[in-house]
């Protein structure tokens, strides 16, 4: 094969490519930590006496304390950006980890995953922030699935994963496993993330490549940014649009995060590596419709002319319209059957998601995209936290899921009229005067 004649200096090469999947390693390992608890049900039961509603506190922990930092995380991304922010997350994340290895009792517990969801806020605003600065636009739909995909795939083989070190070193060992993944994700992201402007492997090329396809300009080192603020924000529907039909996919993903090895396990009475291989299937599909459909597809269509915002929407409200069969698994008494039911909701909100991730970028006014996704994903982790302890106590008070699977139905029929109704065009909101 004949060599190029083009001066590396001057090719677009993948380097982009290479940092969305630093992006998506650090969703895994968060999604890894956060699926742990589901595994560790029983063991807690036996060793501290958890019944189903201290274990919804439990998850409840988690999503709370996520959700009250998203805002704040948004406002920090916009000041002093990703590497910094995510930097200290990850440190932060692998000491919770450690906490809840080393947690006595349920209070101690209740405070270590409370933590965890402090250390893990930023990840999501911080990797959509990545995305417009290392993306152009037209490839956003796939890099921002390369992210989002991976808390499929970890809710997938981390069930699995945790499962099988469950077995082989008890409840406790299984978090100091996951404390030492967290390790590992630190030193790779501290060696090799930088912002575009600050890494001496991006060739000019790229740059310009990134920059003339609509990537998002860094803030100046030091410059405190200029754009929207937080109370103009809020007053747009744009923002209240995606927010609401977002957080009617928050509450399913967090049920099915949270409570799914449980409902196979309770449900159906089989054990808990059996529960592991039916959660595989359903996020292993969940993963490949988030990469395929909300990804590739997304950025085919566009790239083929198509009508940027008509194809975003079409799929957004698809993808929740797909997860309202979720209620077909309230009605069955059969374990294939509400696995089924399960795995086409899921891949339905999971294609969904990286859509809802990309429009932070593409409608906020400049200096102003961390502080919408913030906004989002306060009110969704509101619904995440909601959505495990409502489902632990409606189970502990009725001895089934069923009524807990068609609140999460019900609520995303509120998010798809959201979408249509209230959100309105993907396009920029205008700059405040």
């Given at each position: ?244 039909g977002f957080t009617a996919y928050d509450y399913l993903f967090a049920l099915l995060l949270t409570w799914l090895p449980g409902y196979l ?169």
């Amino acid at each position: 094969m004949a060599r190029s004649i083009i001066a590396p200096a001057e090719r677009v090469t993948t380097l982009r490519w290479g940092i969305g999947l630093i992006l998506g390693l650090g969703v895994l390992v968060n999604y890894i930590d956060r699926s742990a608890l589901s595994v560790a049900q029983g063991s807690l039961h036996t060793d501290l006496g958890l019944g189903p509603a201290e274990f919804g506190l439990l998850n409840g922990a988690f999503f709370w304390t996520y959700a009250l930092c998203q805002v704040p995380v948004g406002v920090l991304l916009d000041r002093f950006g990703v590497t910094v922010l995510s930097r200290i997350a990850a440190a932060l994340w692998t000491l919770a980890s450690v906490l809840t290895a080393i947690a006595p009792n349920f209070a101690l517990l209740f405070a270590a995953r409370s933590f965890l969801g402090v250390a893990e806020a930023p990840t999501f605003p911080a990797n959509a922030k990545a995305v417009g600065y290392w993306f152009p636009k037209s490839e956003r739909g796939l890099a921002t699935s390369l992210f989002d995909s991976a808390a499929k795939l970890s809710s997938g083989i981390g069930v699995l994963l945790t499962g099988f070190l469950l077995t082989q070193f008890g409840w406790r060992g299984m978090f100091w496993s996951t404390a030492a993944l967290s390790v590992v994700f630190f030193a790779v992201f501290y060696l090799f993330y930088r912002n575009p402007s600050q890494d001496k492997r991006l060739t000019h090329a790229e740059a310009q490549y990134i920059k003339q396809g609509g990537g998002e300009p860094e803030t100046p080192a030091g410059e405190v940014p200029r754009g929207a603020g937080i109370l103009y924000l809020i007053s747009q529907p744009k923002v209240w649009g995606l927010t609401i039909g977002f957080t009617a996919y928050d509450y399913l993903f967090a049920l099915l995060l949270t409570w799914l090895p449980g409902y196979l396990t309770s449900t159906f009475h089989v054990n808990i590596l059996s529960a592991g291989f039916d959660a595989l299937l359903v996020w292993g599909t969940a993963t490949i419709s988030d990469l395929v459909v909300g990804g590739w597809l997304v950025d085919y269509l566009i790239g083929r002319s198509a009508d940027a915002n008509r194809v975003r929407k079409t799929l957004l409200i698809a993808g929740l319209v797909i997860g309202f069969a979720v209620i077909g698994a309230a009605y069955t008494n059969n374990l294939y059957v509400a696995v089924l039911w399960m795995t086409i909701a899921a891949a339905g909100i999971s294609f969904h998601a990286p859509i809802a991730w990309s429009i932070p970028g593409l409608i906020a006014p400049r200096n102003s995209t961390g502080q919408i996704g913030g906004v989002m994903n306060f009110f969704g982790n509101l619904a995440s936290g909601a959505a495990p302890v409502a489902t632990g106590f409606i189970v502990a008070r009725t001895g089934s899921f069923s009524a807990a699977i068609v609140t999460a139905a019900v609520i995303l029929l509120v998010g798809i009229a959201a979408y249509v109704f209230v959100l309105g065009r993907i396009d920029k909101i205008a700059e405040p005067a």
